[in-house]
């Protein structure tokens, strides 16, 4: 039996979901200032001792949502294993298990292993002996480890199925029953997913016990016309995207929102160096000084203001032009209210949003919800940027050239007289000392712009352009999208290897009747490798080519040695050009 809860909107704080006082001072030093929506519901079922199957976007903050109670409940002071969470790729792990160590920050004794292919067992194996009370695996390797030592998940209570769809997607369903076997009866579990297809309803009936449900769904929403966009882009290039966002945006005054105080004060501090008027707001600015920042947005001493959507409740400033999206908002509901901040007494309002790969879900949620489109526009380049400022001059300097009144004809006789130069010349040094410390010209702008790489749709994007940068000039990054494919990749020759990677050959082909996706999905299976860790896949006539790591090379071909594609002995073997 599942119990469904409904989603409720009203937020307890932190401190009033019983958790362990370590884990509340280390949220406090993360800078998270109140639960998500996810976490609200499932941090009291999780101390309660409850199995729960969450359902949640990506980017609802799952992460905490079972780290933040799980921590709270262990026995710090027994080293041994006692909580397991599975993640479908080793770049999920890895973060999975950075976010455990953040949370454990204040717990001195609590340890916290990541174990995942690609990387020798040896570290791994003894890590856990060594008394790690959180393994945090992928499913390929923790079975490879399991095969040498049965009893090593016997002391587990505590059991995570973390992205429980994606590890299906990957084929790890087989992975997890052995590893269900070899977990105790007694022990909690639970499971997050962002879709519960019927195979994970299948594994809840037979490996739950009574499971509490959370699921966050999200209800219509009405929205005000508000000219939405958003923007596509990696994580550590939003603070560059932001500049060239804000280089273009014609706006009055702007907020902009992120998820932590942290990120209130970065960018606030990027914007401010480069002599944006800008203040951070965020839940530890104590409230006359709030009220000052509130002000000085109202009458125009600051133009930008980066909050924590904590610390933006109740501001309600007409002079807002433009919504800032910078972090992801954790459901449409906060998204809508957020982007009500503009468009206040019949003005234009403009909401922009950045999307991270793997947030593009929620992008979709959002305009389903609020059925609305939001815009997606590209990063501006170098050209653009170079008209924007050029208009921006023009504005200024127009009303001071019609200006009859305002004009002192003797200083500039006087200086044209002392400086011995015509008006021209005059005008020219005028026009350097104004612009100073930013081009005006093509090759300026994209000299001080870094380049960034292409940010497409999601990661195999980058790398099919062979990790080029973007080609600011004429439009012609957009042609190179347009021939993608796999005609317009075998042209292109001689391929650049992604870096640490190494070519691999098999002798399967299409003759074989092998695809692509038949390889990539033998080489994720069976070697234990994460999707990102596969680069460029070439099949041709009679043979395939494989981007693999360097590292762990020698392991992962001795692994994949009785591996079987189409019916067929895989054989892959590194591949050197020369
Ligand atoms: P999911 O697993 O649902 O995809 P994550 O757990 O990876 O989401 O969280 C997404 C981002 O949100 C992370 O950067 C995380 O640090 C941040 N985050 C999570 N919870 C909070 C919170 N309560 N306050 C601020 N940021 C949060
Ligand atoms: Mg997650």
Known sequence: MTQEIENTPAIA?????????????????????????????????????????????????????????????????????????????????????????????????????????????????KAIRNGAQVIVATPGRLVDHLSRNGGLLSTIKYLVLDEADEMLKLGFMDDLELIF??????????????????????I????????????????????????????????????????????????????????????????????????????????????????????????????????????????????????FNIDMPYDPESYVHRIGRTGRAGRDGRALLLVTPRERRMLQVIERVTGQKVAEILLPDAKVILQARIRRLTQDLAPRVKDKENKNVELLAHLTTELNCSAEDLALALLAKTTEGQAFTLDGVEREQPVLAPRGRDNR??????????????????????????????????????????????????RDGVAARNLLGAILNEGGLSRDAIGRIQIRESFSLVELPEEGLESLLSKLKDTRVAGKALKLRRYRED
């Not at 105790?184 to 994970?200: C, G, H, K, M």
């Not at 080029?468 to 005609?487: A, F, K, P, T």
């Open 181 to 202: 076997n070899a977990m105790p009866d007694e022990r909690q579990t639970v499971l997050f997913s962002a879709t519960l297809p019927a195979s994970i309803r299948g």
């Open 13 to 125: 704080p932190f401190n009033t979901l019983g958790l362990h006082p370590s884990v509340l001072a280390a949220i406090t030093a993360v800078g998270y200032e109140e639960p998500s929506p996810i976490q609200t519901q499932s941090i009291p079922l999780i101390m309660a001792g409850h199995d729960m199957i969450g359902q949640a976007q990506t980017g609802t903050g799952k992460t905490a949502a079972f780290a933040l109670p799980i921590l709270s409940r262990i026995d710090a002071n027994r080293r041994e294993a006692q909580v397991l969470v599975l993640a479908p790729t080793r770049e999920l792990a890895l973060q999975v298990a950075t976010a455990f160590e953040s949370f454990a920050a204040q717990m001195p004794t609590v340890n916290v292993v990541a174990i995942y292919g690609g990387a020798p067992m040896g570290p791994q194996l």
């Open 204 to 323: 809840a009936e037979k490996h739950l016990r009574n499971p509490q449900q959370v699921k966050i769904a999200s209800k219509t929403q009405t929205v005000a016309r508000i000219d939405q966009a958003h923007l596509m882009v990696h994580a550590d290039q939003k603070v560059n995207a932001i500049l060239r966002l804000l280089e273009v945006e014609d706006f009055d005054a702007m907020i902009g929102f992120v998820r932590t105080k942290q990120a209130t004060l970065d960018i606030a501090a990027a914007l401010e160096a480069k002599g944006y008027k800008v203040a951070a707001l965020n839940g530890d600015i104590a409230q006359n000084q709030r009220e000052r920042v509130i002000d000085s947005l109202k009458d125009g001493r600051l133009n930008i203001v980066i909050a924590t959507d904590v610390a933006a409740r109740g501001l309600d400033v007409p002079r807002i032009t433009h919504v």
């Open 461 to 510: 994007d980058r790398d099919d352009r062979g990790g080029r940068g973007r080609d600011d000039r004429g439009g012609r990054g957009r042609d190179d999208r347009g021939e993608r494919g796999e005609g317009g990749r075998e042209r292109r020759a001689p391929l650049a290897l992604s870096e640490g990677k190494v070519r691999c050959r098999t002798a399967l082909g299409v």
